[in-house]
Every structure is written in structure tokens, then in C-alpha cells.
């Protein structure tokens, strides 16, 4: 498709189980962002890639979230040990070059994660 | 780190105009965004602004003066599917990450 896609849209865990959420990005595009999405709140930025490097993790909240994106292309957030704290919306977004002005971010629709 | 405020709600009736303000406290500055979200939804990119002045796209426009840490989303001849809510984010000029308002929920009424 020609926006960005992301998997599962819906993902309930049990307390301590691994996660992994999927984000495709458009295609072409060098830069991807994860976002955390809280119920009536703006996303809050979490980790950002150029390619398949990982320039910036600053906002993960944890040691037990891991982001990956090996061939510069799709990208998996990896949650571990979940926590029901982690139960938000996860926003992936693409754009088209880190370095380019104006270039805004697309986003996915993003996985709805719930921890019981 | 980045303070964005937006406010929480506006309502207004079909055919108006809203005018969504935003203010921001940043340690760095590289475009003021608007992004358009419906519930369940991707948030959807309108405008951007990176210089001072109105950006005008459609039934849309945005305006940002930097020296005063303010913008504002224009919504004009407003429409039943332009209820909402409104994201107004800042760009960082460090790594381009983006920092969101909480964002304002716009409902049309007929």
C-alpha cells in the first residue's frame, strides 16, 4: 500500500509476556519514529531510525523496550516483561529524509496494545 | 526538552470558523506541524510552519511567530467531518523528532 501499515492493529498480553509490534514503512522512506500514544494525550516520542541505524532512543521508557530495524526498511518494537502501564496506542511514522525541511512524518494507524 | 499547550476542547456549528492557538517552550526550534487525528485513526499531516506568517491549504491555514512561541490552526467553512482532534507538535532542531500538544478536540455541530 502506499501509506504506512503497522501489525497486529489490536494486541492483548497477559502481564509479563513479550510483545512485538510491526511497522512497514512507505516505501523509499530513509527516516521511521516510534511514538506511545496514552488514551486523550498527543503521542510521546519513544526511538527514531535513519536506515537501519538508530540514532536516537531517548524516550524509551525502559530497558524492556527494544526497537530494531535491520534492513533499513521494516521495523519491529519489542516490548518485554509487559507491564500494564504499557497499554497505549503505538504510532509508527515515515519520512521521506532526516535532513529535508520539509518533510513532514506519516503515520500508521498504530497497535492498540492492552496488558491485562 | 519541549512544553507545547493547546487547548482542550472547542465547539462551533457547521459553516464557522475555529482558530486553534498553540503555544511552546522548546530548547531548540525547527517547524511548528498540525496534524489532524479521528478517533481510532492515524494522525493525518495539514501544515507546517518553519517561517513566520500564514500558511494557507484549503479551508485550512496555519500561522506561526516564532519571536512569541506561538501558532495557531485555522479552520474555516467548517464541515461535520472536521470534528476532531487537532495535534499541534514542534519540531526539534537537534534530530527532527517531533513533540506533541495533547491536542484539542473539535466537535461540529449542525
Known amino acids: 500500500g502506499a501509506g504506512v501499515s503497522q501489525s497486529p492493529r489490536y494486541k492483548v498480553a497477559k502481564r509479563g509476556q513479550d510483545v512485538a509490534l510491526r511497522c512497514d514503512p512507505i516505501?523509499?522512506?530513509?527516516?521511521l519514529f516510534w511514538y506511545q500514544q496514552a488514551l486523550g494525550q498527543g503521542p510521546e516520542f519513544l526511538t527514531y531510525f535513519q536506515n537501519e541505524a538508530q540514532l536516537d532512543k531517548s524516550g524509551l521508557p525502559s530497558d524492556r523496550f527494544f526497537a530494531e530495524r535491520p534492513e533499513g526498511s521494516v521495523s519491529t518494537l519489542k516490548i518485554q516483561r509487559t507491564q500494564q502501564e504499557d497499554s497505549a496506542v503505538y504510532l509508527c511514522a515515515s519520512s521521506l529524509n532526516l535532513d529535508a525541511i520539509n518533510q513532514p512524518q506519516h503515520f500508521g494507524d498504530g497497535t492498540r496494545l492492552s496488558i491485562l | 526538552g519541549q512544553n507545547i499547550d493547546q487547548p482542550t476542547e472547542m465547539t462551533a456549528t457547521e459553516g464557522a470558523i475555529v482558530q486553534i492557538n498553540c503555544t511552546y517552550q522548546?530548547?531548540?526550534?525547527?517547524?511548528l506541524f498540525w496534524y489532524q487525528q479521528h478517533a481510532g485513526e492515524a494522525p493525518t499531516f495539514l501544515s507546517y510552519?518553519?517561517?513566520?506568517g500564514l500558511e494557507e491549504t484549503g479551508r485550512f491555514s496555519s500561522f506561526l511567530s516564532r519571536s512569541d512561541s506561538y501558532g495557531y490552526l485555522l479552520l474555516q467553512e467548517l464541515q461535520m467531518k472536521d470534528s476532531a482532534s487537532y495535534l499541534c507538535?514542534?519540531?526539534?532542531?537537534?534530530?527532527?523528532?517531533?513533540?506533541f500538544g495533547a491536542g484539542t478536540t473539535v466537535t461540529v455541530r449542525a
Open positions: 516505501s523509499g522512506h530513509v527516516s
Open positions: 522548546t530548547s531548540g526550534f525547527n517547524g
Open positions: 507538535a514542534v519540531r526539534d532542531r537537534a534530530d527532527y523528532k517531533l513533540s
Open positions: 510552519n518553519v517561517l513566520d
